[in-house]
């Protein structure tokens, strides 16, 4: 099954504590992204890889940082995590866009709702 | 000023009414348009896409794009239970690299028995 799988789901962890949040594809994407969602805001990405080794920031990167060592993993890191980054998170990869040949469709995982307390 | 607006509702209508859903976007450079569903503890799911303007029918859905308006819409028709979820409207420019989309903040539809 095609599928994008985020761990953890749910976590709960106080100001500071690192923490890395996984995600994994088994469609051979090349592109992937991280967005956050909150309340009146909607989805902002964070950060996205457009290949292994090849990661640029989104809208919204401050106190994130990401890796792209193999294709179909893609780690969201807080190296701090502060208050304001209680969110509920979302990993998603994509198809080819239009321009190659696909429908640029975003799969998304099933989400990871983060507090920092 | 957001460069994608879209109501957050939440809309609430008797089974078997039509929806319709919409969104205005600022950026005319937009080419691409997309409505995802999302219910609630999942991740968005796409639902339908269209790269033009004029109406694109799926079973039970249609979305429209009015590039001059710069307004799209998604109808629902004989809405069931099972449509209620939130409506992310989604939009971006054709390029050769990666696939950003711009999201809408969603619009939360309840359809009730």
């Known amino acids: 099954e095609a599928q994008v799988t985020q761990n953890p789901r749910y976590l709960i962890t106080v100001t500071g504590k690192k923490l890395t949040v996984t995600c994994s594809q088994n469609?051979?994407?090349?592109?992937m992204s991280w967005y956050r969602q909150d309340p009146g805001l909607g989805l902002r990405q964070i950060y996205y890889?457009?290949?292994?080794?090849?990661?640029d920031k989104g809208d919204v990167p401050e106190g994130y940082k990401v890796s792209r060592k193999e294709k179909r993993n893609f780690p969201l890191i807080l190296e701090s995590p502060s208050p304001n980054q209680t969110s509920l998170y979302f990993c998603?990869?994509?198809?080819?866009?239009?321009?190659?040949?696909?429908?640029?469709?975003?799969?998304f995982g099933e989400g990871s709702r983060l507090t920092v307390l | 000023q957001k460069e994608v607006e879209q109501d957050p509702g939440p809309l609430s209508v008797p089974e078997g009414a039509i929806v319709s859903l919409n969104c205005t976007y600022s950026?005319?450079?937009?080419?691409?348009f997309m409505w995802y569903r999302q219910y609630s503890r999942k991740g968005p799911e796409l639902l339908m896409y269209?790269?033009?303007?004029g109406n694109k029918e799926d079973g039970r859905f249609t979305a429209q794009v009015d590039k001059s308006s710069k307004y799209i819409s998604l109808f629902i028709r004989d809405s069931q239970p099972s449509d209620s979820a939130t409506y992310l409207c989604?939009?971006?420019?054709?390029?050769?690299?990666?696939?950003?989309?711009?999201f809408g903040t969603g619009t939360q539809l309840k359809v009730e028995l």
């Open positions: 890889s457009m290949n292994v080794e090849a990661t």
């Open positions: 469609m051979n994407h090349e592109y």
């Open positions: 950026n005319s450079a937009f080419q691409y």
């Open positions: 989604a939009m971006s420019v054709i390029t050769g690299g990666g696939n950003k989309l711009t």
């Open positions: 269209t790269y033009s303007s």
């Open positions: 998603a990869s994509s198809s080819p866009p239009l321009a190659g040949g696909g429908t640029g469709e975003l799969f």
